[in-house]
């Protein structure tokens, strides 16, 4: 789990990196929570995701947004770690060049900063989003979404009404062949406490299921 540091927007940033064992392996980026309350790349959800990929054949990055551990610059209100997601994406496909494909996985403001980058990227073909909180953050800009992928939220969250952000999915146009599938933990809170397990075995059949899929989306091109 070598740490990495690349030049992001605003200056360097701080990741960790697992390299795949084969060299056409797919890549994941893992985003973690709201820099101002917390999240860090270390977030125990955040690592367990990192390492779901990692074990499933993936090269797999996650790293601190701008102004969060080592990583220079400040909270950007999101526009700016939407410019270090697409940043850390570029620096982990030139690590990845014959990569098929990408995914993207989020916890909450990871989440959302997550959905907004698969907006933009058309090698992003999967993404697992946890805890997306649309009472706190705009998802209108899902339209349509091009990509399929999982919503988690627990039944006990009481940042964000698992109805709030159950109903925004449901609303959200996709792309033809594209379906956003929502899921709830029982009793889980935002943060899924005591619920961590449930939370990743629930993770890891979603892409388990999505991987023995032919990939949708477009393979890289030079």
Excluded at 54 to 71: I, L, T
Excluded at 200 to 218: F, Q
């Amino acid at each position: 789990m070598p740490e990495i540091i690349f030049n992001g927007p605003e200056g360097r940033l701080e990741g960790r990196y697992q390299r795949a064992k084969e060299d056409n392996a797919p890549i994941a980026l893992i985003l973690h929570p709201h820099p101002q309350f917390g999240g860090t790349m270390n977030d125990k959800i955040t690592y367990e995701m990192y390492h779901m990929f990692a074990r499933r054949g993936f090269a797999v990055m996650r790293f601190n947004f701008r102004g969060v551990g080592k990583s220079e610059g400040e909270y950007d209100q999101g526009q700016g770690e939407l410019s270090d997601a697409a940043t850390a994406l570029d620096y982990l496909q030139s690590l990845n060049p014959a990569a098929p494909f990408a995914w993207v996985g989020g916890f909450s403001f990871g989440a959302y900063v997550g959905m907004q980058l698969l907006m933009r990227r058309p090698e992003i073909v999967g993404f697992i989003s946890v805890s997306a909180a649309a009472n706190l953050f705009d998802f209108s800009f899902l339209a349509p979404c091009p990509s399929s992928g999982v919503v988690l939220h627990g039944t006990g969250d009481k940042i964000c009404p698992p109805e709030l952000t159950r109903d925004v999915m449901a609303k959200t146009r996709t792309q033809k062949g594209r379906r956003i599938e929502f899921q709830t933990i029982e009793g889980a809170d935002h943060f899924f406490s005591q619920h961590e397990e449930e939370l990743m075995k629930a993770a890891a059949a979603y892409l388990d299921r999505r991987l023995e899929e032919p990939p949708e989306g477009h393979l890289f091109t030079d």
